[in-house]
């Protein structure tokens, strides 16, 4: 298999119980470090497919790799952000990270605690890290759910209609931190979303109808950076996710700067060959 490749799904079929297929022979990959979005209306089976590349669920026929090797169900080198947050609302925001830190790395109490405060500073969270979900705004809730999913280190990160429920300011702030973050650890990210305005800042868009693969495009590098500073355009000088700021080195950001977080292998790429 080429080793370029941190997903591969060939030939996926899936249906649930006595109801017709899902997904019907579905191929598609996504390059290490690359930003990848899964893009189909509302029961296309996007959601099905990436619970498959999750490990959570099997595929009736076909084969999924994950960096070469075949998937062998759920691991720590992949994590999710959900939603609906999915947080433990009788934990703090700090409970919450560091219960990810301990079932990832099997770190003790303290040092749990102390590692999510670091992650939570990341996004912007310190000063809310005692806080309950219930305390916390939609944008806030999910902040934490990507410091959650980070912790592990993961070589994977995907994003199961993380601004679903946010309105389009948040829901572009939401993404610009999971891009930023994204980019310094150097994650290959997979987002499943029915919003093509987010969609078209991502290097690769797949296109899923009828539980198969209509179109799969890498942007041209190009038309991608066109695209991030017009997404994030509106957020100059704005990056007070669900309205708590994020760090003073984000505020001075432009529009051109924000549009640059990509991936990093994704923007030293060569073109893609086509697969035999």
Known sequence: MDGRYAIEATDISFSYASEAPTLRGLSLHARKGEFACILGHSGCGK????????????????????DGEPMRGPETDRAIVFQDYSLFPWMTAR????????HSRGAAKQEALALADDYLAQVGLYESRDKYPHQLSG??????????????????????????????ITSKQVLYRMLQISKQMGTT??????????????????????????????????????????????????????????????????????????????AAQQPEQPKP
């Open 47 to 66: 959601s099905t497919l990436l619970s498959l590349i999750m490990g959570l669920i099997e595929p009736a026929s076909g084969s999924i790799r994950i």
């Open 189 to 266: 990210f997979v987002m499943v979303t029915h919003e093509p305005e987010l969609a078209s800042c991502a290097d690769r868009i797949i296109t899923i109808l009828d539980g198969k693969v209509q179109s799969d495009v890498v942007q041209d590098p190009a038309t991608r950076e066109r695209n991030r500073e017009s997404l994030f355009s509106s957020l100059e000088g704005n990056m007070r996710i669900g309205g708590d700021s994020a760090s003073g080195e984000v505020h001075q950001k432009t529009a051109a700067e924000l549009a640059s977080y990509a991936a990093p292998a994704a």
């Open 139 to 168: 944008g806030m809730q999910q902040r934490v759910g990507i410091a959650r999913a980070f912790v592990s280190k993961p070589r994977v990160i995907f994003a199961d209609e993380p601004t679903g429920n946010l309105d389009s």
């Open 95 to 102: 409970q919450n990270v560091a219960f990810g830190i301990r």
